[in-house]
């Protein structure tokens, strides 16, 4: 039997054959994942002998890595503010840049939350378990990606307050909420193909991209939001690179009289902002 050493060496060669951005830190992790052990306790188990079935399932694991297969897919779980979620090739993995969407709503008042778009359940659940007696709803046109939500929302103990319902974008959504948030697939179809594997070839294409030059969501959207928001109530939008006046553009002409964008931890507006004015009440 080998140590958990000797086989991390061959392992890292491998991921690092196949184009693995971090070879050694893929390959700890997953082995933690084989052996059942925390990734902060690797280290500790490093020198002792691997039984078969634990290296034979650490080979398979790395094969899959090295096919490009996300981590989280192959561990189950990516985090996320703070949280694991459950993830699978059903939903977009949530990504570190949407927390700046989560930062954003965290400092605004508000009780009920409409999530367009939900997939993991990510931000939508975040913003519940951040926010006591709030309540929300997410929607989401992929059944797939809401079993996944159903899943999140059980593990975090949010049944109670948070509903999920297919749909396509707003239609059929009634009711005002005070906050609205949205990450939609914003990619232009020019730039997917361009993508690295592990989105290109794991991730939903519905999640990533809408086509074209990536705003038609967005495009669509914004004259409806004012409709399902509270007086006063306000929308956020993840936005991909360089989208962010655009995006403010179509909401000032929406008539949203407060509009602005925040950054990510890259200096890159990521989110923008638009407020409905309270006199609309
Ligand atoms: C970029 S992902 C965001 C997932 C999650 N909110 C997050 O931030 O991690 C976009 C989501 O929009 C969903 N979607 C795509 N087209 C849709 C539509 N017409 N109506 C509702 N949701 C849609 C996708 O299934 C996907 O879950």
Known sequence: M?????LLGPAIARLRAAGVPDPARDARRLLAHALGVAPERLTLVLPEPVGLEAAAAFGD???ARAARRPVS?????????????TVSGDVLDPRPETETLIAAALELDWHSVLDLGTGSGAILLTLLAERPGATGLGIDVSGPALAVAARNRAQLGLDARAALRPGDWLDGVTGCFDLIVCNPPYIPETDY??????????EPRLALTPG????????DLAPKLGQTLSPGGTVLFEVGAGQAAAVAGMLRAAGFPKVGCCADLDGRDRVVCATLAPENR
């Open 212 to 219: 074209g030059d990536g705003l038609a969501v967005y495009r």
């Open 61 to 63: 694991l790395i094969a």
């Open 73 to 85: 897919h192959l561990v189950g779980t990516r985090a996320f503010f703070g949280r694991d979620f």
């Open 193 to 202: 193909a361009a993508l690295e594997p592990e989105p290109r070839l794991w």
């Open 2 to 6: 080998s140590s958990g050493t000797a």
